[in-house]
């Protein structure tokens, strides 16, 4: 009778713990979605702050795209997939203008180049002075940084969130097989003392940022859900030790957030 009643409860726990696993997945793929509307809004912000002030999208390079002016002395800029951008003049170039007997870039309007290349030169930013050109260049950046570092910011959340989202199979990884966490880390970690010691090395190194806040925690939950429900938890001692030789500002707990904290 008790057996069975240890056993019913068991696999109670073990379903709602299940079930909770799942519910953290599922909140995991909602969270990167979520960033990822996140930062395609503030993109779109920063492209209209562009728009405002002249500049439209052109050109698309590998890891950027290129927004030029229509009064070529006032540059372009050039916003990076990564959150940085920049500000640069236009470069010389010769361009098949439109004109009353051709349009832009025909047969025609090359012929006139040709004939007349003058009308076809474009000089850029080249014969715009220095102080001129960055008194302009000031103005746009007051008026698109806000929105910029909005930007830079929404892309590092996602960032930290897709790292969250494949942390605990990482974990998991290093906690069963001893795979190090580090992409190329070298061989197994064969203790399972040496496996703590890496997990607290991998939660201590997080910047002390809300990004590294949010990798800390996770760590955390793993540690609380995994590690101290095996054979070979974390000892009172050890976590001790771990927190007397931290670099991080907060100590290591595996003691359950409170919720809004």
């Not at 069975?4 to 909602?30: K, N, P, Y």
């Not at 101290?228 to 771990?242: K, L, N, V, Y």
Request: proline share 4%.
């Amino acid at each position: 009778m008790i057996g069975a009643l240890l056993s019913t409860m068991l696999a109670f726990a073990q379903g709602e713990e299940a079930v909770e696993e799942q519910a953290e997945r599922d909140a995991a793929i909602e969270v990167v979605v979520y960033g990822e509307m996140l930062v395609e809004q503030a993109r779109q912000q920063l492209e209209k702050d562009l728009a405002e002030a002249g500049y439209k999208k052109g050109k698309v390079k590998d890891d950027r795209v290129i927004y030029r002016h229509d009064s070529v002395w006032k540059g372009e800029v050039h916003v990076y997939d990564d959150g940085w951008y920049r500000t640069k003049r236009q470069k010389v170039k010769f361009e098949a203008i439109e004109v009353p007997w051709a349009e832009k870039g025909s047969p025609l309007a090359v012929a006139g180049c040709v004939i007349y290349s003058p009308m076809c030169f474009r000089p850029g930013g080249a014969l715009i002075g220095q102080r001129k050109f960055r008194s302009h260049e000031t103005r746009v950046v007051q008026h698109i940084n806000h929105d910029a570092e909005e930007w830079a910011e929404r892309i590092s959340d996602l960032a930290v969130d897709r790292k969250v989202e494949h942390l605990p199979a990482r974990l998991e990884d290093l906690w069963a097989n001893g795979t190090p966490l580090e992409i190329g880390g070298g061989e197994p970690i064969e203790t399972m003392g040496a496996r703590r010691q890496a997990i607290f090395e991998f939660w201590d190194s997080r910047t002390d940022t809300p990004w590294g806040e949010v990798v800390r925690r996770a760590v955390e939950a793993f540690c609380r859900g995994v590690v101290q429900h095996s054979e070979d938890p974390f000892t009172d001692a050890e976590i001790a030790a771990f927190n007397d030789r931290r670099h991080a500002i907060r100590p290591f707990s595996l003691e359950k957030p409170i919720a809004g904290n």
